[in-house]
């Protein structure tokens, strides 16, 4: 018995580590594809990104200086719904994730990391925070929050 103990460590043990890079991986896809699927309008790729949660939420500061706040799937999805039906073109963007901080305790991890918005507007950084839950066998947003560096936005703003 202890030797089959020994030999199931030796064999599992080099494949418990891939998991959690597999999860990382997953995460980081998730986090892009939520902002891309923002910025580019596509709702359906901003969704399937979500928990559709009542204990989900939305916080960030925005422009003007006012910071918002949204609880539950059904206000989130109703507060930004108007943003996927505009008739303006969607903006060409390129975002950039890096630095990242995960910590993964199960279903559920959070993370931080950088992002960077390049857009017509100029460039735009952030430091986000996120909570995702796997569902499902796939990672989902419960909660985000978002604090953009303003300044730095208003000046290339008046330029």
């Known amino acids: 018995m202890k030797k089959l103990l020994i030999l199931c460590v030796v064999l599992v043990g080099p494949i418990l580590p891939v998991w959690g890079q597999d999860d990382q991986a997953a995460i980081k896809a ?3 594809n939520e902002t891309v699927g ?5 709702k359906a790729k901003w ?13 960030a500061n925005l ?4 910071f918002t706040l ?7 999805e109703k507060q930004f719904r108007n943003q996927f039906k505009s008739g303006r ?9 890096s630095n990242y901080t995960i910590h993964q305790n199960g279903n559920m991890a959070f993370v931080w990391y950088d992002q960077t918005l390049l857009d017509s507007h100029g460039k735009t950084d952030s430091k986000e925070s996120r ?4 569902i499902g066998g796939k990672w989902k947003i419960i909660h985000v929050t978002a ?8 000046s290339q703003t008046s330029k």
Do not use: Q
Request: aromatic share 16%; charged share 25%; net charge negative.
């Open 30 to 32: 998730l986090l892009y």
């Open 38 to 42: 923002f910025f580019k309008r596509d």
């Open 47 to 59: 969704e399937d990104c979500w928990a559709h949660k009542p204990y989900i939420s939305f916080a």
């Open 63 to 66: 422009y003007g200086g006012d």
């Open 70 to 76: 949204i609880k539950g799937w059904d206000n989130m």
């Open 89 to 97: 073109p969607a903006d060409n963007v390129t975002v950039k994730n």
């Open 131 to 134: 909570v995702v839950e796997k």
């Open 147 to 154: 604090l953009t560096n303003l300044n730095t936005l208003a």
